[in-house]
């Protein structure tokens, strides 16, 4: 008797558990989180390190997203030592969702982008690459929890002292099929990160 009173009461606090537990799943799914916190994925291997906040605007479907590297934090590529910053600013646009949550969806984002630094050129020396852009992008943020990534491309105009690489740690300037365009930037990349 004693035995089944035990296993009784064991159970009986088992299954509290399971439903308090299916209670904080449910509420860590349907939360609408307005703020994240994002890294670009693999950035280090270009060379720099991108950091990124992004906050929703409630009730519109929209959200401002702010982004800073440091040029000269990572693995350098081009092996020219380069050393300085970008910044940019893109706001989203999200497209209807049946889920609706704020931070989750397909988007369309036009973008501002400012990159400055100083590389070792392979005949001038040390030289500066001081680039402005305006991308349109279109992209899909995935939501999991508190987890979030982040996929995108797109491509605008870019103006400015390019680069002897056409790479500017956030766009890329046209250089394929023997032909060159400073004035045509495209960006593509993965961010993860956390909200709150």
């Known amino acids: 008797m004693k035995r ?3 296993i009784t009461l064991f159970l009986c606090v088992l299954f ?10 449910r509420t860590e799914t349907s939360r609408d989180y307005l703020n994240s916190v994002k890294i670009t994925f693999l950035s280090w291997l270009s060379g720099s390190t991108k950091v990124s906040y992004e906050r929703a605007f409630p009730g519109v479907r929209q959200s401002g997203e702010i982004c800073s590297s440091l040029i000269c934090a990572g693995y350098d590529k081009y092996e020219n030592d380069p050393l300085g910053f970008t910044v940019r600013y893109g706001h989203k646009f999200f497209l209807p969702d049946k889920d609706n949550m704020s931070l989750k969806g397909f988007y369309l ?5 400012y990159s400055h630094y100083f590389y070792n050129h392979s005949t001038d020396g040390r030289t500066l690459a001081n680039m402005g852009a305006l991308l349109g992008t279109v992209g899909y943020q995935y939501l999991y929890k508190r987890f979030l990534a982040d996929f995108w491309v797109g491509g605008g105009y870019a103006l400015g ?9 956030g766009f890329e300037l046209w250089h394929w099929f023997d032909r060159v365009n400073t004035n045509l930037a495209m960006s593509f990349s993965i961010r ?5």
């Open 161 to 169: 002292t390019p680069a002897e690489t056409h790479y500017h740690h």
């Open 192 to 196: 993860l990160g956390i909200c709150f």
């Open 16 to 25: 509290q558990m399971n439903v308090k537990a299916g209670e904080y799943a």
């Open 4 to 6: 089944l009173l035990i």
């Open 109 to 113: 984002r036009p973008e501002l982008m």
